[in-house]
C-alpha cells in the first residue's frame, strides 16, 4: 500500500502526475544523493525525460502537459496572449484552455481529483474535489476550490508563492528567506 492510498484508506489505484517547472530530469538523474526522495519516488513508478513544446513557457507547457495536445489546441501560447483580431493582450487563465485537462476525464470518469499548484488553472474549476492554483493567484480563498479546502490551507499558513519583489532589492537575503518560507508552508 502506497502513500496516497494510506491517506485515503482503501486500496484504489491512483495516477500521481508530478512536474517540476523549470528542473531538466537529467539534473536530477545525475544527482541521486541531492534528490533522494525525487528518486525513490521514480524508483516506485516510472519517471523520464520530456520535450518541451513551442514556445517553451511555463504557461504554454502546462496546459499542454495536461491535456496532451500543443498550444495550436489549448489555445495558451504564453504569459501574455493576444486577443484574436485584435492588438488587445490578456494573461491566459484556466478558462482559456480549449483542450480537455486530464483531471476532467478523472472526474468525468466519476474519480475525485486534487490539483495541486498547476500554472493556467485559475480560477480553481468547481467539478475538481481539490484544487489549488499557484502563481498569480490574488489571494489563498481565490486560489481554493471551497471553503475546506481553504481552511486547510489557512490552518498550515500556506503561502501561493515568494514574494518576487523581495527579488529585486539589491540585499537578497529577504528574498531567500521568503522563499525558504514559502516553501516550508507549502509542502
Same mark, same amino acid.
Not at 529585486?168 to 516550508?184: C, G, V
Given at each position: 500500500?502506497?502513500?496516497?492510498?494510506? /491517506?485515503?484508506?482503501?486500496?484504489?489505484? !491512483?495516477?500521481?502526475?508530478?512536474?517540476?517547472?523549470?528542473?531538466?530530469?537529467?539534473?536530477?538523474?545525475?544527482?541521486?544523493?541531492?534528490?533522494?526522495?525525487?528518486? !525513490?519516488?521514480?524508483?516506485?513508478?516510472?519517471?523520464?525525460?520530456?520535450?518541451?513544446?513551442?514556445?517553451?513557457?511555463?504557461?504554454?507547457?502546462?496546459?499542454?502537459?495536461?491535456?496532451?495536445?500543443?498550444?495550436?489546441?489549448?489555445?495558451?501560447?504564453?504569459?501574455?496572449?493576444?486577443?484574436?483580431?485584435?492588438?488587445?493582450?490578456?494573461?491566459?487563465?484556466?478558462?482559456?484552455? !480549449?483542450?480537455?485537462?486530464?483531471?476532467? !476525464?478523472?472526474?468525468?470518469?466519476?474519480?475525485?481529483?486534487?490539483?495541486?499548484?498547476?500554472?493556467?488553472?485559475?480560477?480553481?474549476?468547481?467539478?475538481?474535489?481539490?484544487?489549488?492554483?499557484?502563481?498569480?493567484?490574488?489571494?489563498?480563498?481565490?486560489?481554493?476550490?471551497?471553503?475546506?479546502?481553504?481552511?486547510?490551507?489557512?490552518?498550515?499558513?500556506?503561502?501561493?508563492?515568494?514574494?518576487?519583489?523581495?527579488?529585486?532589492?539589491?540585499?537578497?537575503?529577504?528574498?531567500?528567506?521568503?522563499?525558504?518560507?514559502?516553501?516550508?508552508?507549502? /509542502?
Amino acid at each position: 500500500m502506497g502513500l496516497f492510498d494510506r /491517506l485515503r484508506g482503501d486500496d484504489d489505484p !491512483r495516477v500521481v502526475f508530478l512536474g517540476i517547472d523549470g528542473v531538466p530530469y537529467d539534473l536530477i538523474d545525475d544527482h541521486p544523493d541531492v534528490f533522494e526522495h525525487l528518486h !525513490r519516488i521514480a524508483d516506485a513508478g516510472t519517471a523520464g525525460r520530456i520535450d518541451s513544446i513551442v514556445p517553451p513557457e511555463s504557461s504554454a507547457c502546462w496546459p499542454s502537459l495536461t491535456t496532451g495536445v500543443n498550444p495550436g489546441k489549448t489555445g495558451v501560447y504564453g504569459f501574455q496572449d493576444r486577443e484574436v483580431g485584435s492588438d488587445e493582450t490578456y494573461v491566459p487563465m484556466g478558462s482559456h484552455v !480549449r483542450a480537455t485537462r486530464v483531471w476532467d !476525464r478523472v472526474t468525468a470518469a466519476g474519480r475525485d481529483a486534487t490539483v495541486l499548484n498547476v500554472p493556467v488553472t485559475f480560477p480553481p474549476q468547481e467539478s475538481v474535489q481539490r484544487m489549488v492554483f499557484g502563481f498569480l493567484s490574488p489571494s489563498v480563498e481565490a486560489a481554493s476550490s471551497g471553503a475546506p479546502v481553504q481552511a486547510t490551507l489557512e490552518s498550515y499558513d500556506y503561502r501561493i508563492d515568494a514574494d518576487a519583489k523581495l527579488g529585486h532589492d539589491h540585499h537578497k537575503l529577504a528574498f531567500l528567506e521568503n522563499a525558504h518560507a514559502t516553501l516550508r508552508y507549502r /509542502l
